[in-house]
């Protein structure tokens, strides 16, 4: 059984359409793959059907970008939440709002150093899709200003970049207790992920854990060895599981579908905790 956790369609920052995701998990060999769209559900009816279609088992799931008060940023993955939950709905609403603001902050910014304009960002993001600064990257592409999406994020795109600028996300805590609420099953992404930006401590974990957090993303190619033994440590002091995925964005990304999988007792465990919707097989 090959199971993957983690995949991004064009409904956020993924090159690919839910249905075309799903077509490349079944091509690639992949037994169960989850779509985790960033701050989005939109793609699951689409992914739903082609997971019929081509045989492959979909765990629908979601993204959310959170940050700590000390400015931190935390991703967490969502499995199985009922995906009209006003609570969740309204915070991650509030988070795609707030992002076009933010990118249109970016676009000004970048505007006085590079030939960039807000349409050509536009024209990279799909209708109704979570905005984020892939797509400026893609624009910066178009120009000829980078390579491609990865030499965008390590120069002029990092979180420590000039020209970055954040945008409304809810805390961490708040959002594993919201995804419960919706009946879903909260994942803490790529924790130790330190070339993005600060990882959280000891104190964030227990708030987390405080509030719901069911499992640890330790397979991650973002998290680096030292890392992973401490989260292993951590999951297995607090009775946590541990997942493994790709965090496929189709083109947008090396990440390739099964780098990493997930154990079918593992994807035992989420099935049974999520009680906001189903997996679909
Ligand atoms: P944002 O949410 O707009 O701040 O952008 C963060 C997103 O950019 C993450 O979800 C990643 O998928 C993507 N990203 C981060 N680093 C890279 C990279 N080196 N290459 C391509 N995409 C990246
Ligand atoms: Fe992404
Ligand atoms: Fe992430
Ligand atoms: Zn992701």
């Not at 935390?74 to 609403?93: K, Q």
């Not at 973002?222 to 951590?234: A, H, K, M, S």
Request: net charge negative; glycine share 8%.
């Amino acid at each position: 059984m090959k199971i993957d956790l983690h995949a991004h369609s064009n409904v956020s920052d993924g090159t690919q359409t839910p249905a075309d995701v799903v077509a490349s998990a079944a091509d690639a060999g992949i037994d169960a793959i989850a779509l985790t769209d960033h701050d989005s559900t939109d793609g699951w009816a689409e992914a739903s059907q082609a997971a019929r279609e081509y045989g492959v088992v979909l765990v629908p799931g979601m993204e959310i970008s959170c940050r700590t008060a000390e400015g931190i940023s935390v991703h967490l993955l969502s499995y199985l939440h009922d995906p009209e939950h006003p609570g969740l709905l309204e915070e991650i609403t509030k988070a795609k709002d707030a992002r076009y603001t933010r990118a249109e902050r970016m676009v000004s910014l970048l505007a006085e150093d590079y030939p960039l304009t807000w349409d050509d960002v536009i024209h990279h993001v799909a209708p109704g899709a979570t905005l984020g600064r892939p797509h400026i990257a893609d624009a910066l592409v178009a120009a000829g200003v980078v390579e491609d999406r990865t030499e965008a994020f390590s120069t002029i795109l990092t979180s420590r970049s000039r020209y970055y600028v954040q945008h409304y996300a809810p805390d961490p805590a708040l959002a594993v207790e919201l995804v419960r609420a919706a009946g879903g099953v909260p994942v803490f992404a790529h924790p130790v992920a330190s070339a993005r930006g600060r990882i959280v401590g000891e104190p964030i974990y227990r708030e987390m854990i405080d509030a719901g957090l069911a499992g640890l993303e330790v397979y991650h190619r973002d998290n680096p060895e030292e890392g992973r033994e401490f989260l292993r440590g951590l999951a297995k002091k607090h009775g946590l599981f541990v997942t493994g995925s790709s965090d496929y964005h189709g083109a947008g990304k090396p990440n390739l579908l099964g780098e990493n999988v997930t154990s079918p007792e593992v994807l035992a465990r989420i099935e049974d905790m999520g009680t906001g919707s189903a997996v679909v097989r």
